[in-house]
């Protein structure tokens, strides 16, 4: 490295004398032309005020004083260092002189210098920026290939940063794990984007932008490249958050440049992940009117009403946030197609597990549809951060695989946070939580249609002190009027435990009791699940998408419809209550029994928490612990 960059410099030293050298050439031949003999400044103004100077010219722009004594024929040459100088030093003898020998008075005249000879004194500062210019220019260059090609940066501004698809491996719709809806109606876009003189024969429009809406995780950049892979179109993608960090109308001419380069590479993908960062209502940032978000916002729509449809450009968004997206960029002829990214089902579970698998060896009593099972809610991300999880774990244990326990300690891990296990408790508090999670527990337990208890725990992990994981055993499309009640019930277990056993409330319950306060809301005001109030929808459902606001429901109902609603909801949570209240009373002794076992062994999975309800469990075991 360090001989390398010696040879470099002795490569572009010589180089750097070529100016040095023609300076002085140019100078010392111009000089030449101008000068005799040495003169000092002040000989010349001594001629003028000697009245030595029969005529002469100033050349305004190159200084140079041109000349001619009254005893001489020839013209001399002087350059004048400063012309205004030069002008005050000298100007009141001309005058005087002019004045006295009004017959032969002295030629003045500055002459605001031909153009001719402007450039000419001109030439060896140009010749020398020029050559300095190509100097730099090599060895920016030379630089941009040592440095530059380890860190892959440009220094430029107003280029698009733009990551292309790296040549290595090609994502296809393969690589994308269920989403079987997602990818059938981005298939067209792929079809279009291999063989766009088909649809261009059949005149079809062929949207210019399809926004994929999603939680993060679930797979929209995956999506958005498997696109561009399918069709082997190129893949232009920036994000969102790359244009705050951008100086003023920077961001304006990156989208430019994206979208420049696009059309030349065509049929390429454009690809602008969190379009929200940019693409969030007008007049909502904050500082308000015309900033540089506004200013890339506006680019944006106008590169994409700029190209023609069926030019072999298509843009894809993402964004998790389509509620505050400018409803200009939803009009026709921009995003006008939206699909909508979803949490992948059981089926698509297994699948993606299936995909992030294919490279790591499992145990064989590892099953993924198990895994897939008890991850409800997982997004792809988080499925493939659990196998991760899960690999590091075994390696960390020494393990040829991954097994069972590792997948459970990971789900764990990614469900709840990092494991607190330093964290200290007193025992009081211990023996809060535990009666707290056995509440829930044994409520789910005893109510009937509940999903079966799958973990109890009161090792306190991220914000919460303790958990209770119940199993469900298929995906539920609707949820009915019964079971949302015995859900409520099951939320209330954790409160109504604390008050029957210590005769006192926690804090610990806020969460639950604020799901349960939401969940009756809902089944009043959504759901329309109320007796008394009917069928009826309260406050506008959908939370106002495509407004650009966060206002929250509309209320539409009157002040006494909305007592009654509160009514309601506080029938409910109460009706529940009491149920929960009378069902942990009638299993006081199971209630205690499993306390007791979270204190002493803080943990209970589904399997042991059966035995210990149907009292096989064998608790001499545990005494251990
Ligand atoms: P998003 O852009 O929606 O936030 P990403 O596309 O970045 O999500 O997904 C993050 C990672 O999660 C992907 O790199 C991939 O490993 C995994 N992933 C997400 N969805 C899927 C899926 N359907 N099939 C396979 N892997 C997925
Ligand atoms: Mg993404
Ligand atoms: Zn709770």
Redesign the pocket.
């Known amino acids: 490295m360090n001989n390398d960059k010696k040879r470099r410099l002795g490569s572009v030293l010589p180089l750097l004398l070529v100016p040095v050298l023609l300076i002085s050439i140019i100078t010392f031949f111009m000089n030449s032309s101008s000068k005799e003999k040495e003169l000092t400044y002040y000989d010349v103004v001594e001629m003028f005020r000697n009245d030595k100077i029969d005529s002469y010219e100033l050349n305004l722009s190159s200084g140079v004083l041109t000349y001619q004594l009254r005893d001489e024929k020839v013209q001399r040459k002087y350059s004048v260092p400063s012309i205004s100088l030069f002008y005050e030093d000298v100007h009141d003898y001309v005058v005087e002189y002019n004045k006295t020998h009004a017959d032969t008075p002295v030629q003045y005249n500055y002459k605001a210098g031909s153009s001719n000879s402007w450039l000419l004194s001109l030439l060896p500062t140009m010749i020398c920026i020029g050559v300095l210019a190509v100097l730099m220019f090599v060895m920016t260059r030379r630089m941009n290939q040592s440095i530059m090609s380890e860190s892959n940066r440009t220094m430029s501004f107003g280029k698009a940063r733009v990551r292309k698809n790296e040549g290595g491996k090609k994502v296809t719709f393969a690589d994308v794990a269920g989403a079987d809806e997602e990818k059938e109606e981005l298939s067209e876009i792929v079809e279009f984007l291999k063989d766009s003189e088909k649809y261009n024969a059949l005149g079809a429009r062929i949207p210019k932008g399809v926004l994929l809406v999603g939680p993060p995780g679930t797979g929209k950049t995956l999506l958005a490249k498997a696109v561009a892979g399918e069709a082997n179109a190129p893949f232009l993608s920036i994000s969102g958050s790359d244009f705050l960090e951008m100086y003023v109308g920077v961001g304006a001419s990156r989208v430019r440049d994206l979208f420049a380069q696009a059309k030349k590479s065509a049929p390429a993908i454009i690809f602008i992940d969190e379009i929200d960062a940019v693409g969030r209502h007008r007049g909502a940032g904050m500082g308000g009117g015309h900033d540089e978000r506004e200013q890339t916002l506006n680019q944006m729509l106008v590169e994409m009403d700029g190209f023609v449809e069926n030019e072999g450009v298509i843009v894809i968004a993402a964004t998790n946030r389509p509620d505050i997206l400018d409803p200009a960029l939803l009009r026709p002829g921009r995003f006008d197609r939206q699909i909508t990214v979803g949490y992948p089902d059981i089926k698509g579970r297994v699948e993606i597990l299936k995909v992030h698998a294919r490279n790591k060896s499992l145990a064989p009593d590892v099953n993924l549809e198990d895994i897939a099972r008890s991850t409800v809610g997982f997004t792809g991300a988080d499925l493939e951060n659990l196998l991760n999880e899960a690999a590091l774990l075994s390696a960390r244990k020494g393990l040829k695989a991954i097994t069972k326990s590792e997948i459970e300690e990971a789900t764990i891990k990614v469900v709840v946070g990092t494991e607190k296990k330093s964290h200290k408790i007193s025992d009081k508090e211990k023996r809060i939580t535990a009666y707290?999670?056995a509440?829930?527990a044994i409520a789910t337990h005893f109510l009937e249609g509940q999903d079966p208890v799958h973990q109890v725990s009161i090792v306190p992990r991220g914000m919460a002190g303790?958990?209770?994981m119940s199993l469900p055993l298929e995906d539920k499309l609707y949820r009915s009027k019964k079971y949302m009640e015995d859900d409520i019930v099951t939320?209330l277990?954790?409160?109504v435990a604390e008050k029957i056993v210590f005769d006192d409330i926690t804090t610990?319950?806020s969460?639950?009791i604020e799901r349960a306060s939401e969940m009756a809301r809902n089944m009043v005001t959504k759901y329309g699940m109320s007796d008394n109030l009917g069928p009826i929808t309260f406050g506008s459902g959908h939370n106002e998408v495509f407004l650009g606001k966060d206002y929250g429901t509309v209320r539409n109902y009157s002040e006494e419809i909305a007592k009654d609603i509160d009514e309601e909801v506080r029938s409910i949570i109460s009706t529940a209550y009491q149920r929960c209240e009378s069902l942990l009373k009638e299993h006081r002794d199971k209630l205690d029994e499993l306390a007791e076992y979270l204190i002493k062994n803080e943990k209970i999975d589904g399997v042991d928490f059966e035995k210990l309800m149907n009292g096989t469990l064998d608790k001499g075991v545990d005494d251990h612990a």
Do not use: I, M, Q, V
Request: hydrophobic letters at 15%; glycine letters at 34%; aromatic letters at 6%.
């Open positions: 707290h999670e509440g829930h303790g958990y209770t939320l277990g954790g409160r610990g319950a969460n639950d």
